[in-house]
């Protein structure tokens, strides 16, 4: 019998229980051996839930335990998840957890923990809920050198822009419903400004380069600025604005970024709507895949929390998840970065026109019938550091969308 404590008895908590007894005969089939929750371990007091009989608010009854062999952290948060999970595992257990925040912070130190006491730090669950990223990437797709990885990475923000472009929304109004549908927190702040995905992209670059990412260094924008004119604009180009988050190596270098990016309809994520999530693959060999499906919610997010329990029962004593380095990836700086880029300017186009073509050089316009005061136009290819340069010059400009292809 293998014994498990989960740390947390929330949304996901509260899944990987309900997981558990659906599939428990499968899942102890599959990790040939069974699975046990002798721990659960939360602040709160649950009244007539089954879970009581195995309730405890005390963590130091699980570090000091000997038979639990296994945690699960999805409490969420950096503290005291990390200290948790870091003593967990140096007491010889096993850590497997959904909380991207913990990962894109201490990934690398715990990792290296796990590795120097025979355990595993699993985290499949971090990056994609329910979609099966990272276990394909570092097992399924090892013959590959990893060239790019890009991705709609938020559920709430691809609702988002998903109810702005096809009902024409206001982006308070959808922010509203999104929280009445509870997809947004009250402080949807990790959400709306690209914190989440900026996150969960460190992790997938860590990962395809070997090396650790600084999440703190990628530049990310949110869909804060996004608005149902944007949405005018994107429609009339036959075109979408997704929150993308995107890792491309560039040699030994690593361009990753998070902000909306206007994408054509020939782009495989371009129909990636509502609250799904997918992430889109490009390796030097496999050439392109994408992976598709629900990218958070109690379920699907406790479901892929399971596969790594089940994997940890298989490998007790042995590490499998040595994913990446303490060395320091190179990221490209932004400012080195190239795009063809989107610009709302305020002024009709036969007044602008000639100021235009004479900084920007080949440029397309587009205009918006309903739109009379203001017209909207796409560069060439420029880096970011030039481009700002160029549209210094034009105060008029309301601002500025990347486009991606």
């Not at 996901?12 to 558990?20: F, K, N, P, R, Y």
């Not at 990390?82 to 990934?107: D, E, Q, W």
């Not at 790019?148 to 024409?168: A, Q, R």
Request: hydrophobic share 40%; charged share 25%.
């Amino acid at each position: 019998m293998a014994n498990i404590a989960i740390m947390g008895y929330g949304t996901v908590g509260s899944g990987v229980v309900d997981v558990l007894r659906i599939n428990q005969a499968l899942i102890n089939q599959r990790a040939e051996e069974e699975i046990n929750i002798k721990y659960v371990l939360d602040l709160r007091e649950f009244p007539g839930d089954p879970v009581e009989q195995v309730l405890i608010h005390d963590f130091e009854q699980i570090v000091n335990d000997p038979e639990v062999e296994i945690v699960v952290e999805v409490m969420g948060g950096i503290e005291p998840a990390y200290t948790f999970v870091k003593r967990c595992l140096l007491a010889g257990k096993s850590a497997v957890t959904s909380n991207k925040a913990l990962v894109a912070s201490h990934g690398t130190e715990l990792l290296s923990i796990a590795k120097e006491q025979k355990v595993n730090f699993l985290f499949e669950a971090s990056v994609g809920g329910g979609i099966p990223i990272i276990r394909n990437l570092k097992e399924c797709l090892t013959a590959d050198r990893i060239e790019e990885v890009t991705g709609i990475l938020n559920g709430t923000t691809n609702y988002m822009m998903t109810k702005m472009f096809y009902d024409g929304a206001d982006y308070e109004e959808v922010l509203k419903e999104a929280q009445d549908k509870g997809y947004a927190e009250s402080n949807p702040e990790a959400d709306v400004e690209g914190q989440d995905a900026c996150r969960k992209i460190a992790i997938l670059s860590s990962i395809i380069t070997g090396k650790e990412v600084d999440f703190e260094e990628i530049h990310t924008e949110g869909i804060t600025k996004i608005t149902k004119e944007d949405m005018m604009y994107a429609k009339e180009m036959r075109m979408t604005i997704k929150l993308l988050a995107s890792a491309k190596r560039q040699n030994d270098q690593v361009c990753a970024m998070v902000s909306p990016v206007l994408l054509g309809q020939e782009h495989p994520l371009y129909s990636v709507n509502d609250v799904f999530n997918a992430i889109f693959v490009r390796g030097n060999v496999l050439g392109d895949a994408m992976f598709y499906g629900s990218g958070a919610g109690k379920l699907p997010t406790a479901s892929a929390v399971m596969v790594d329990v089940i994997e940890a029962v298989k490998h007790k004593s042995e590490n499998i998840m040595a994913v990446w380095t303490e060395e320091q990836a190179q990221l490209i700086p932004r400012s080195d970065t190239t795009k063809r880029y989107f610009v709302r300017i305020k002024g009709k186009q036969e007044e602008l026109q000639e100021r235009l073509i004479r900084e920007f050089g080949k440029i397309t316009f587009v205009t918006v019938q309903s739109l009379t005061e203001e017209c909207g136009f796409i560069t060439e290819e420029l880096s970011e550091i030039m481009f700002e340069r160029k549209a210094t010059k034009f105060p008029e400009i309301i601002h500025m969308i990347r486009v991606e292809g």
